[in-house]
T-cell receptor
Framework: DGGITQSPKYLFRKEGQNVTLSCEQN?????MYWYRQDPGQGLRLIYY???????QKGDIAEGYSVSREKKESFPLTVTSAQKNPTAFYLC?????????????FGPGTRLLVL | GENVEQHPSTLSVQEGDSAVIKCTYS??????FPWYKQELGKGPQLIID?????GEKKDQRIAVTLNKTAKHFSLHITETQPEDSAVYFC???????????FGTGTRLTIIP
């Protein structure tokens, strides 16, 4: 089955805790993205990576960090510096060959603060 | 940077009728416009996209129209069915740019 998987589906964070959201894809896509979705709002870009070992900040990178050590994996860490982390987090990927602009999304991770 | 506005934010349509969602964009360099459908608790799924070299694209009951001069594009769903109920997002980008700018979404409800 080809696609993008995200885990866990739900994640709870305590005050001062860092948490890591997983994103894996087996589509052989070069580019991967993390978005944050809040109720009634569109998707806002946190970080993106066009190639292994390289990534760029999106529009709301503060309080988040990423790594891209493998082509298929792009984990997102929500640090304690992110004061309002409760949201739905979406990972996406796209191919850098062919129709590069088309992004495909995973099922999302809902992060809640205890 | 690009700014995408989407209207309406909510839309209720009788089953079998048509639904239209509109988006405007600000960057005249944008030339790729996808539409995504998001069901409750799931990730968005691409349903149709259009590039600026065409004015209209159709896929069964779904169509997208683009007016480059006015910088707006629209999603048309005909013969709506209950399974069309979802949140729909438009987005804009330009070829070679891997960043999409999204609208704020339209919650479409189909009334049986």
């Amino acid at each position: 089955d080809g696609g993008i998987t995200q885990s866990p589906k739900y994640l709870f964070r305590k005050e001062g805790q860092n948490v890591t959201l997983s994103c894996e894809q087996n589509l052989n896509h070069d580019a991967m993205y993390w978005y944050r979705q809040d109720p009634g709002q569109g998707l806002r870009l946190i970080y993106y990576s066009q190639i292994v070992n390289d990534f760029q900040k999106g529009d709301i990178a503060e309080g988040y960090s990423v790594s891209r050590e493998k082509k298929e994996s792009f984990p997102l860490t929500v640090t304690s510096a992110q004061k309002n982390p409760t949201a739905f987090y979406l990972c996406a990927s796209s191919s850098r060959t062919g129709i590069r602009e088309t992004q495909y999304f995973g099922p999302g991770t809902r992060l809640l603060v205890l | 940077g690009e700014n995408v506005e989407q209207h309406p934010s909510t839309l209720s349509v009788q089953e079998g009728d048509s639904a239209v969602i509109k988006c405007t964009y600000s960057d005249s360099a944008s030339n790729y416009f996808p539409w995504y459908k998001q069901e409750l608790g799931k990730g968005p799924q691409l349903i149709i996209d259009i590039r600026s070299n065409v004015g209209e694209k159709k896929d069964q009951r779904i169509a997208v129209t683009l007016n480059k001069t006015a910088k707006h594009f629209s999603l048309h769903i005909t013969e709506t069915q209950p399974e069309d109920s979802a949140v729909y997002f438009c987005a804009a980008s330009y070829v070679g740019n891997e960043k999409l700018t999204f609208g704020t979404g339209t919650r479409l409800t189909i009334i049986p």
